[in-house]
T-cell receptor, first 113, second 118 residues
Framework: DGGITQSPKYLFRKEGQNVTLSCEQN?????MYWYRQDPGQGLRLIYY???????QKGDIAEGYSVSREKKESFPLTVTSAQKNPTAFYLC????????????FGPGTRLTVL | AQSVAQPEDQVNVAEGNPLTVKCTYS??????LFWYVQYPNRGLQFLLK??????LVKGSYGFEAEFNKSQTSFHLKKPSALVSDSALYFC????????????????FGTGTQLKVEL
């Protein structure tokens, strides 16, 4: 899992609550990504950021929000508008001058009660 | 848009036998291809990539992959499987870069569960 940390490892949320998932990297990587993983569906991109103070929607951004105020940090907020938030969330980062591979954190499992 | 297909949900192989996990892709332009492995409740670990050059790419833990442009395939292989290789394997393809409006995003397949038995 390298120098990418995600917290918490497990998160429980009541319906109607917003929650924020943390992602921090000490790899000096420029780009950061958030994915959602559901059984049998692979990984789907939620949001990504190429540089500080800039980010773009991925394929399933509805009900999520992000910020990129520091190079090292890319928190993801799962809002009450996300209709089915129970999933495994993965953060990744990439060095822009590198070979395009992304490096992943250990993940956060979110369960809505 | 780019896409990846992993036609097998699960592959079973006996320890010591060779293994193959299949992947086919669709992308405009030159393909940049990747393999990742995921153990239960963990993040993805990078195994290997194809950018250009030799069609046989060697990666971590004895894995290799063969790029075949005519068949648009990038199959993952290992000459002798270990029980510890049992995991979920993902193939991915890079999308367009910044100059063409993309974000160097990776598109992942749905994954193939590899089970290596004694």
């Amino acid at each position: 899992d390298g120098g990418i940390t995600q917290s918490p490892k497990y998160l429980f949320r009541k319906e109607g609550q917003n929650v924020t998932l943390s992602c921090e990297q000490n790899l000096n990587h420029d780009a950061m990504y958030w994915y959602r993983q559901d059984p049998g569906q692979g990984l789907r991109l939620i949001y990504y950021s190429q540089i500080v103070n800039d980010f773009q929607k991925g394929d399933i951004a509805e009900g999520y929000s992000v910020s990129r105020e520091k190079k090292e940090s890319f928190p993801l907020t799962v809002t009450s508008a996300q209709k089915n938030p129970t999933a495994f969330y993965l953060c990744a980062s990439r060095l822009k001058s590198g070979g395009y591979e992304q490096f992943f954190g250990p993940g956060t499992r979110l369960t809505v009660l | 848009a780019q896409s990846v297909a992993q036609p097998e949900d699960q592959v079973n192989v006996a320890e010591g036998n060779p293994l193959t996990v299949k992947c086919t892709y669709s992308v405009s332009g030159n393909p940049y291809l990747f393999w990742y492995v995921q153990y239960p409740n963990r993040g993805l670990q990078f195994l290997l990539k194809y950018i250009t050059g030799d069609n046989l790419v060697k990666g971590s833990y004895g894995f290799e992959a063969e790029f075949n442009k005519s068949q648009t395939s990038f199959h993952l292989k290992k000459p002798s499987a270990l029980v510890s290789d049992s995991a979920l394997y993902f193939c991915a393809v890079r999308g367009p870069g910044l100059l063409t409006g993309g974000g160097n995003k990776l598109t992942f397949g749905t994954g193939t569960q590899l089970k290596v038995e004694l």
